[in-house]
């Protein structure tokens, strides 16, 4: 196998990571964070920590709110408070940014600062956050009857999202031999990658030009995320992300801590730099999952599905900042029928906000899929029990079939191709599907449990289609790449995307070299600098193959177009 072309920098140590930049006159900053989870702010007194020797500054939302920086955008079309405002939502949140000469002055800072509480009922169970005696917890937007993705019916609810025929799924339950229902929680989970977010931010006040480093999956992105904080315009923004030590989704949205860094260096005049700590990760950065969810399937007698109805409570934290860039609240959960032909279907999500960190990223590809996916496989395992069938001819005999492709599904969703039965039969014969069953009965005699688990799940990847996909109304989900061929032969290739470990250098270099005939190891891959590579969406969600890889080889295709052409021009033959 061809090695992978990043491996040699990082297995003798010379990755180039941000918290490794040191640039001239740089300093430090971190945050005080909140001891509790819901409370007013009385007051903050900084005089002590601005005594202390290095420390430099003290931000508070006082600070930023003449420059109207105290809340930026979130991905989902809500606001989010950079730092605390009047209150704080959550455990850990951003209440003083604390600049100074190093980190050890910085952790001295922050540790003299004093902020005065005054506790609020906490609200932590999703379940009780439309009770009619639950705490307010966003008096910005209490009076508001929508908070950016429709209609809200408590000042604790973020939307409401149907898909599919809900009266046709109610007469499929009606004429049902059998039903089953569960309720199902997919518990919040955090990325924890092994490198946490940090940036350094520099702004040039001779050229007003701001360069941020930092972790950023997508950094085109999160240019267009500080212009539209900061003001200032987006040519005068150069985002660099340079080698990341893992992302899972985390590293897509914007932190207070990269707009808090920027303002130090614009009020300062000199770099600032920001590293997140491992447990304000944990406790802090965007979570994935955290839906509650209630399954029920109806079926005849002898297996087949006849309909399905799912509802979710979705659990988004204290601020409706989820990173997920389809055009529907939910994402993408009404890909919950599967790989099943399922002819009546409905699901509804409402989401909530808790005094929990805020997120809902796309941790191991998801936009909700994965809580899709749990949710109706689980579900096929009920039917099962019920039914006393085997789970693995349950669902081959609900699979879409070979020839219903292409395929409409009762959400609407278009399964352009598969063979599903075929993929499964293989995979049961491949692990001797019925010699574990025979093994686990021989076992289980014996007093001995053994558990077998069967799964099969179709997920939607690439998050690229423009009619499905946007930010924030402004960018479709497009990706682009640019290549030089060189007059040596060799090429260069610049993608939106960015890698944080899954090896694009290696793997778009292939691509390249099979379009274009040039050995993998005379091309160079860049991404990650918004001066330099075109303009991209980043790499989440499983799209940097699909979306990105498919962007070069369709660049590689117009290279190799012109060179036929100018070659069978020189020739004096045809093109072709």
């Known amino acids: 196998a061809r090695k ?52 430099l500054a003290v931000l508070t939302a006082d600070d930023l709110r003449p420059l109207n920086l105290h809340w930026m955008p979130t ?31 910085v952790a001295d800072g922050i540790e003299a600062v004093e902020v005065d509480y005054e506790e609020l009922p906490v609200l932590v169970d999703p379940s009780k956050a439309m009770d009619k005696d639950a705490p307010i917890l966003r008096d910005d937007i209490a009076d508001k009857d929508e908070a950016g993705q429709g209609p809200r019916k408590h000042p604790n609810h973020i939307f409401n999202w149907q898909a599919g025929d809900a009266d046709a799924t109610d007469k499929a339950f009606a004429d049902a031999d059998v039903t089953v229902s569960e309720h199902i929680v997919y518990p ?21 030009k701001l360069t941020l480093h930092g972790t950023f999956q997508a950094p085109h992105v999160v240019r267009t995320i500080v212009s539209l904080i900061s003001g200032i315009a987006e040519h005068n923004i150069r985002v660099i992300s340079p080698d990341i030590g ?29 590293v997140e700590s491992r447990i304000d990760n944990l406790s802090t950065t965007a979570f994935a ?25 979705a659990d988004h934290g ?26 009546a279907a409905y699901c509804s999500v409402d989401g909530v906000f808790t005094n929990k960190a805020p997120g809902g990223v796309a941790y191991r590809c998801s936009f909700r899929v994965t809580e899709a996916a749990y949710l109706i496989e689980r579900m096929i395992d009920v039917l099962a029990r019920k039914l006393d069938m085997d789970p693995a001819e349950l669902r081959v005999k ?18 352009d191709s598969g063979d599903y039965p075929t993929a499964m039969n293989k995979a049961l014969e491949a692990v001797d599907y019925k010699g574990l069953r025979k093994e686990q009965a021989k076992k289980r005699a014996n007093g001995e449990l053994m558990g077998i688990g069967v799964s099969f799940f179709t997920e939607i990847v690439g998050a690229g289609p423009v009619k499905a996909c946007d930010l924030l109304g402004l960018v479709g989900l ?99």
């Open 478 to 576: 497009f990706e682009s790449c640019e290549i030089r061929i060189h007059p040596t032969g060799s090429a260069i290739a610049r993608l939106g995307t960015k890698s944080q470990g899954q090896g694009h250098e290696t793997t778009y270099a292939q691509i390249l070299a099979t379009e274009l005939g040039i050995p993998s190891d005379d091309i160079t891959i860049e991404e990650g600098d918004t001066d330099t590579v075109p303009y991209g969406l980043g790499t989440y969600g499983s799209r940097s193959t699909p979306v990105g890889g498919a962007a070069a080889a369709m660049a590689a295709r117009k290279i190799k177009a012109k060179a036929q052409t100018i070659a069978a021009h020189n020739l004096e033959v045809a093109e072709d």
């Open 75 to 105: 991905l989902a079309g809500d606001s989010q408070a950079v730092l605390a405002d009047e209150k704080v939502h959550f455990q850990n949140q951003e209440i003083a940014f604390v600049i100074g000469t190093d980190r050890y002055a």
């Open 246 to 274: 893992g992302g899972f989704g985390n590293k897509v949205g914007a932190y207070p801590g990269y707009v808090c860094s920027v303002v130090g260096s614009i009020v300062l005049k000199q770099p600032v730099k920001w």
């Open 398 to 415: 609900n699979f879409i079939q070979p020839e219903q492709f292409p395929y409409q599904s009762a959400f609407g969703w278009e399964y």
């Open 289 to 313: 999952r955290d839906y509650h969810m209630d399954g029920e399937l109806a079926a005849t007698k002898d297996g087949k599905i006849t309909g399905l109805r799912a509802y979710a409570l």
């Open 188 to 208: 919040r989970v955090v990325p924890s990658p092994l490198e946490t977010c940090c940036c350094v931010a520099d702004m040039d006040p001779v050229t007003g």
């Open 318 to 343: 204290a601020f409706n900042a989820h990173a997920q860039p389809s055009k529907w609240p939910a994402g993408l959960f009404s890909i919950v029928s599967g790989s099943y032909d399922i002819p």
């Open 4 to 55: 992978r072309k990043e491996d040699i920098r990082f297995i003798q140590g010379k990755g180039n990571y941000t918290d490794d930049l040191q640039l001239k006159g740089m300093v430090h900053g971190d945050f005080v964070r909140s001891s509790h989870a819901h409370a007013k702010i009385k007051s903050i007194n900084k005089d002590a920590a601005l005594e202390i020797p290095g420390v």
